[in-house]
């Protein structure tokens, strides 16, 4: 199954920030001086990610294939930040070339590795040379995970294979509940290097006070 976004999922998202910002800041730092750096938001959904990018000083383009969510951008913050809604990964139709990429929370919506291939070709594409390309996900050793404010669960019939069904619960008043699927690390460096990227890093910070594991998995490409 995959994620409906309704208006109200949409605005909410949009809101709510949690042990999410301990990921966010650590992609952000991983991608360094950004500023006046043209940086692509592969999936920006409502645009917080983007909006993120813009505070640090990059021109920001954000893309991404559902409406819903783009419709819920904010107009007011909006400067130096542009949103296309996409089709089938195509990123053809963009002008120019980027300086970075930044792809937080999409991965893990992705049901099909041919997907997950076309998109990471696509980033690659048009990023220019050395460019870095970095991608917050849920961790693959986290299944099991419970925090204050995150609940990551195994879908039916699991057992560990990419592409797998796992059920992502933000628990806000009522919780916010993601239908999401499984990747294995291996099978995600490796459709990363297949694409010619290379892994600088993969970080896994841990969020909440007393948790001996991180939810997030933050990994840090080089276009090559
Ligand atoms: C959980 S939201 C994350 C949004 C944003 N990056 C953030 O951190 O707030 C995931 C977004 O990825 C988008 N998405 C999923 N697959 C995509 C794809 N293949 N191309 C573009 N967007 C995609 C969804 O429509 C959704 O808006």
Redesign the pocket.
Known sequence: MS?T?DHRKAEV??EFMGE?IVA?DKALAMMGDIKDKRVL??????????RLLRKEGAVVVG????P???SATRSSDATGIEYFL?EN?DLAGIEGQFDGA?????F???SKRE?LE??VRAVYDKLKPNSLYVI?TNNPDAIGYESDFIKLESGEGFTGESGQSVIDTVKLDPPLV?HDYYWTEEDQRSILENAGFRIEQISKPISAEGQEISPFMIIHAVKN
């Not at 938001?41 to 983007?50: E, L, N, R």
């Not at 893309?63 to 559902?66: G, I, R």
């Not at 930044?102 to 999409?106: A, G, L, M, P, Q």
């Open positions: 994620n976004y998202y949009n999410y966010y938001d592969q999936g920006c959904g409502t645009g917080k990610s983007s893309v991404d294939k559902n819903e969510m783009l996409i990964n930044f792809c937080t929370f999409v893990l919506e992705v997907e076309q998109m917050v993601f």
